[in-house]
């Protein structure tokens, strides 16, 4: 069974600074993906940026980025240049080939001006 | 248009009682999801089909019946409601790789 996880507790970051959220993952498939999604208050479900396991490069996405190390199975995002409305809870997910999507608990992000 | 659309967004019910949330998609898509959100925040799959046939079924109690008339609808029909069951929850449906979800349908069982 895969296994995500996010252990950071609630993060504080200021206006404009950037954050990284981490994700470690643990699975025995070759090939799945590795996603992030944002959650805001209003509860709907934002997906933000996509990995494959056999990317070599970082998947980038405007202001976010992950950061892919495959030998330590992390798949870390960074939010650059963060905003107010960048405020939500973050989850990494994983999508093996059996193609369901496994969630890690979150992170709450909160920005402050 | 919106891509991935649940009704209603919210639902409020006696236990007991049976009630039915509709997902459908836009997107072309063959695979459709149902996730429940608990109270945590914490995200967990409970069905998948893909082009109309059942391929996961997660430990879910058999009071919760998914059916899907056609590939651009998965509904969820919960038999016999118990306040466990008050929580949020999320349509999605998958092409490749990505996962685009509803806006979830928020179950709250009296």
């Known amino acids: 069974a895969q296994k995500i996880t996010q252990t950071q507790p609630g993060m504080f970051v200021q206006e404009k600074e950037a954050v990284t959220l981490d994700c470690t993952y643990d699975?025995?498939?070759?090939?799945?993906?590795l996603f992030w999604y944002k959650q805001p208050s209003s509860g709907e479900m934002i997906f933000l940026i996509y990995?494959?396991?056999?990317?070599?490069q970082n998947a980038t996405e405007g202001r976010y980025s992950l950061n892919f190390q495959k030998a330590r199975k992390s798949a870390n995002l960074v939010i650059s240049a963060s905003q107010l409305g960048d405020s939500a809870m973050y989850f990494c997910?994983?999508?093996?080939?059996?193609?369901?999507?496994?969630f890690g608990k979150g992170n709450q992000v909160v920005v402050i001006p | 248009d919106t891509a991935v659309s649940q009704t209603p967004k919210y639902l409020v019910t006696q236990m007991g009682n049976d009630k039915s949330i509709k997902c459908e998609q836009n997107?072309?898509?063959?695979?459709m999801y149902w996730y429940k959100q608990d109270s945590k925040k914490f995200l967990k799959i409970m069905f998948s089909y893909n082009n109309k046939e059942l391929i996961i079924n997660e430990t879910v109690p058999n009071r919760f019946s998914p059916k899907s008339p056609d590939k651009a609808h998965l509904n969820l029909h919960i038999n016999s409601l118990e306040l466990g069951d008050s929580a949020v929850y999320f349509c999605?449906?998958?092409?490749?790789?990505?996962?685009?979800f509803g806006p979830g349908t928020r179950l709250t069982v009296l």
């Open positions: 997107l072309g898509h063959d695979t």
């Open positions: 699975t025995s498939d070759q090939s799945y993906g």
């Open positions: 997910a994983m999508n093996p080939e059996s193609n369901r999507l496994a």
């Open positions: 999605a449906s998958s092409g490749t790789w990505e996962q685009f």
């Open positions: 990995q494959g396991s056999y990317d070599e």
